[in-house]
Nanobody, 122 residues
Framework: QVQLVESGGGLVQAGGSLRLSCAAS????????MAWFRQAPGKEREFVAT???????YYADSVKGRFTISRDNAKNTVYLEMNSLKPEDTAVYIC????????????????WGQGTQVTVSS
């Protein structure tokens, strides 16, 4: 079992930056592929970024070049650095984990956090 707790969300103006954190506990963090998803009101949950245990990354086209996912296995934490934020980035950002290789497919993730709200004003 893995527990995931997100933090770092908030209200920011368009063009600004935020750094989200996801702290994991319960199992060997370094064994897991980690990902960030987001869900805006009235919309389906969508993939944002993922990182493998060794640091390989993959991004959604909508955030490529603006967001950076990273992990610190010693701290059992994964991060999402978000720059040049846009109003359309407004959503609840949710951390996920799976004991396998990286994937963009939501259904293949085994563990989920509760999410942290990010609001970007225009």
């Amino acid at each position: 079992q893995v527990q995931l707790v997100e933090s770092g969300g908030g209200l920011v103006q368009a063009g600004g930056s935020l750094r989200l954190s996801c702290a994991a506990s319960g199992r060997t963090f370094s064994d897991y592929a980690m990902a960030w998803f987001r869900q805006a009101p009235g919309k389906e949950r969508e993939f944002v970024a993922t990182i493998s245990w060794r640091g390989n990354t993959y991004y959604a086209d909508s955030v490529k070049g603006r967001f950076t996912i990273s992990r610190d296995n010693a701290k059992n934490t994964v991060y999402l650095e978000m720059n040049s934020l846009k109003p359309e980035d407004t959503a609840v950002y949710i951390c996920a984990a799976r004991l396998s290789h990286i994937t963009t497919k939501l259904a293949l993730y085994d563990y989920w956090g509760q999410g942290t709200q990010v609001t970007v004003s225009s």
